[in-house]
């Protein structure tokens, strides 16, 4: 397998496995589509890009340099945005659950705060009065690829009900804050052209009453993120023009409707940015006859946790072995010392051999950002490749970067 030319094993025999490699050219056209459809460049829609999904500078740069914003949820998220030359007031901070002292930080840089609690409000009144203030709305239902990643609805700790949220609106009016956006944000992994129109009908509902109660105007309205990319098991792909088109004519006829002034659009992709433009590339440790027959690998779940923390599923390829039969059926799992260390079972493969590359795809999203060093197994290298060219833009941790935050060795 290669990437623009440059070949996987190629990388292996230079750093070693296991390693995450990004194509960031596949980046680029994923911000260059997304800009296209929903006509960024004729301000009917903002971008504000979700760093959790990948938050790596070189990646953050790529954002930078398309004028693309950035969805932060936590003041480290803001202040590594900062410093990666995004402008303040095009970073927007929806925290959740957020301290005081995580409201200072984010004032203090100048970003734009979105508020996830009614009661949010007065921590951040006490702080200063910002000049734009939003709030995100949990309208009582939500939708997702899995329970865990459904962010709306009776059971998500995330959002405001709509009563709570006319009298934050108000206590905000009250406090002479005169510029308003709103927000809401259903769940992730969404392949269905038709949801993104029925969230922008469901805000805009939901803003034409408060509109109606408190005669505000809102600049923005933001729904969100939750564009899905193929996984395992998946063909159907998500039409971005076609989501487009639907969520902006649906915005665009109920701003009339509402008489609801010139507010843009807004919109929080993640995944769909980097999904699909990153791959973990793991070596075959062993192969085992159990009760099951397994395949170890290199990796465990302190790489890639999305397999044990949703049950999310990847698709995988022997490099090299692609053109073989799929011969017999195996459990994949890492050196984790948990029994949840499985990243698929029953997974037709060609026969594997202890040596052989394992490559995961569609890991560039919540994959290297979810990582950690559980077992004393470390996190991995990261590689990026643009324009044909390949740079190691993140090495290997090892025990010295433990050891470094140990205070006290002994009591």
């Known amino acids: 397998m290669n990437i623009q030319g440059i070949n996987i094993a190629d990388l292996a025999e230079k750093y070693g496995t296991p390693f995450y490699v990004y194509d960031f050219n596949r980046v680029e056209e994923k911000l260059e589509e997304l800009k296209r459809a929903f006509h960024v460049e004729e301000k009917r829609c903002e971008i504000f890009y979700a760093m959790k999904a990948n938050s790596h500078p070189v990646l953050l740069d790529l954002i930078r340099k398309k004028n693309i914003g950035i969805d932060a949820v936590s003041p480290g998220e803001v202040e590594v945005a900062l410093k990666a030359g995004i402008a303040p007031d095009k970073i927007l901070y929806t925290g959740n659950f957020e301290s005081s002292g995580d409201l200072a930080r984010v004032y203090k840089q100048g970003v734009r705060i979105n508020l996830d609690n009614s009661r949010s409000l007065n921590k951040l009144l006490n702080i200063g009065k910002p000049e734009t203030i939003s709030f995100r709305i949990n309208p009582g239902r939500g939708s997702g690829k899995y329970e865990h990643i459904t962010t709306g609805g009776e059971k998500a700790k995330f959002g405001i009900p709509i009563d709570q949220v006319l009298q934050a609106y108000k206590k905000a009016q009250e406090a002479g804050i005169r510029k308003f956006g709103v927000h809401t944000f259903l769940g992730s992994g969404i392949l269905d052209e038709d949801h993104f129109p029925e969230v922008v009908a469901l805000l805009l509902e939901k803003a034409n009453y408060i509109k109606s109660k408190l005669n505000i105007k809102f600049d923005f309205m933001d729904i969100g ?66 009760f099951r027959k397994y395949v170890g690998v290199n990796a465990g779940f302190n790489i890639l946790l999305r397999p044990a923390l949703y049950g999310a599923e990847h698709d995988i390829v022997i490099d090299g072995k692609q053109n073989l039969g799929k011969s017999e059926k195996v459990d994949i799992c890492g050196q ?76």
Request: proline share 4%; hydrophobic share 35%.
């Open 336 to 411: 984790i010392c948990e029994n949840t260390d499985i990243f698929a079972r029953d997974r037709k493969l060609p026969t594997v051999e202890e040596g052989d590359l394992m490559i995961f795809k569609q890991a560039g999203a919540y994959a290297n950002a979810m990582s950690m060093p559980y077992n004393m197994r470390m996190r991995t290298a990261e590689i990026g490749i643009l324009d044909g060219q390949e740079k190691l833009i993140t090495r290997p941790e090892n025990l010295d970067d433990f050891y470094n935050r140990i205070l006290v060795n002994e009591m």
């Open 225 to 290: 993120g939750g564009f899905g990319i193929n996984y395992f098991g998946e063909e159907k792909s998500l039409d971005i023009e076609e989501t487009a088109r639907k969520s902006l004519q649906k915005f665009d006829d109920l701003v009339d409707e509402y008489e609801l002034g010139s507010p843009h659009l807004a919109i929080e992709p993640g995944r769909y940015v980097v999904g699909d433009s990153g791959f973990l590339v793991t070596s075959v440790t062993s192969v085992k006859e159990s």
